[in-house]
């Protein structure tokens, strides 16, 4: 009975996400950790979804209710190590940020530097766990009721995938760990200057536990509110696309999540936080993809479209159609005026409608230019993107 329940409040998501009605984000925040997860993954799925509709769901990366002190102190009891009581200090009651699985609040280490504290909220875990369950039955009904749904939305892989990404969120080590994995790539290249910028919060190890962690102060402005003050620039942006750009292409090893809300910044210099997801894609595939990227800034549109055909697992089901309807949409592109969101978006759907099946790792790369194209657009809604930053193809080997 209790999992029909369950599974009657995910029905209700993917009516609201599917259907003809507006998005509230307050009433899938009430439907929890694995609702949200949901919402958030299919908010960059405007091949999917309407544009409409994915902007409104990339609220959901945005700020959500606090949890009140009583039950962060409950958790810090709960959870923090021993020397946390010793050494952490002037713990803010109110949070300076709040999220679907834990928030973060400031405060003092006894030596007087200022630090922040992120906890995962009591619970969070369980009740991730508890609705898995309940939607892989409502999935595989789906599917079995909707067999074309496999091809269309892939619910089970796209389950996969959340309960992959939020477990790993769910262990806050697993910040410091990311980390350390991205300082390790940026240490191993001295002479890329650029790269020398990218830094990352100091961590308290010895302070932090799976549901604690605790981490250097950073006195910087964010991206999203660099945004929203008009002080990031399109300048600033093409360095953090170069920066980003080589993890991407050059390593297929990178940040899985870097919305704006995750990147600090002040001059040239860059810190990325929230580290805990880091993606791995075959390098052979990033790579590829930056060859595509190129066609089509030098406007090789059937090279474009041959790339496409080497990167996808199977082949087109009919080839001349498959070239034709690529050099159709493009000739009706013009690279000033349309976004490379737009673009990508344009070009899977064409993809997919022609057979092309793409490897599990292209999604994450796609999501990330996806932000770096949503934050060119709100500093620089005039400039030629992908032409500006194809000139940092010399970074790479
Ligand atoms: N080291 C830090 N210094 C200053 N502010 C921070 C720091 N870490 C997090 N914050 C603030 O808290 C917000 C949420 O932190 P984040 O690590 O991104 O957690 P979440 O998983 O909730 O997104 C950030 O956008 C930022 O405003
Ligand atoms: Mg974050």
Known sequence: MYNVILGLKFISLFHTLFGKGEINIKSIEKKGLLAVKIAQMYAV???????????????LYENSSPIPWEEVKMVLEESAPKAFWDEVTNIDETPIAAASLGQVHRAKHIDGKDIVIKIIKPEASKD???DLSAVRVLARIA??????????????????????????????????KGSEILSQVKEAEPDLEHLQNLHFPHFYTHLTSERVLVSEFLPYKSVSKGLQDGSFTYAQLLNLF??????LFEQGKF????????????????W????????????????????FL???GKEKFHRAAKIMEILSISAPKNYKKYYQDFQDLYAGFDSKKSSLTNQMIATVKLCVR?????????????????????????CAPQADLLKDVLKYKEDLA
Do not use: W
């Open 272 to 291: 990325f936080i929230d580290n805990a997801n880091i993606e791995v894609t075959d390098a052979h595939f990033a790579k590829g993809l930056l060859d």
């Open 255 to 270: 940040h899985g999540d870097l919305h704006p809300g995750n990147i600090f910044f002040e001059g040239e210099k860059l």
């Open 128 to 130: 991730f766990e508890r």
């Open 143 to 176: 599917l079995t009721l909707y067999p074309k749904l496999k091809r269309l939305a892939d619910p089970m892989g796209t389950i996969k995938t959340i309960a992959r990404l939020t477990r790993t969120e769910l262990d806050l080590r697993n910040e410091q």
């Open 354 to 378: 022609a057979g092309l099946v793409f490897p599990e790792g292209a999604f994450p790369i796609v999501k990330s230019l996806m932000y770096l194209d949503g934050i060119a657009l709100k």
């Open 45 to 59: 799925r405007s091949d999917l979804l309407s544009i409409e509709k994915c902007r409104q769901l990339q609220k």
């Open 294 to 296: 190129e066609s089509l």
């Open 242 to 247: 170069r920066t980003q750009g080589y993890f």
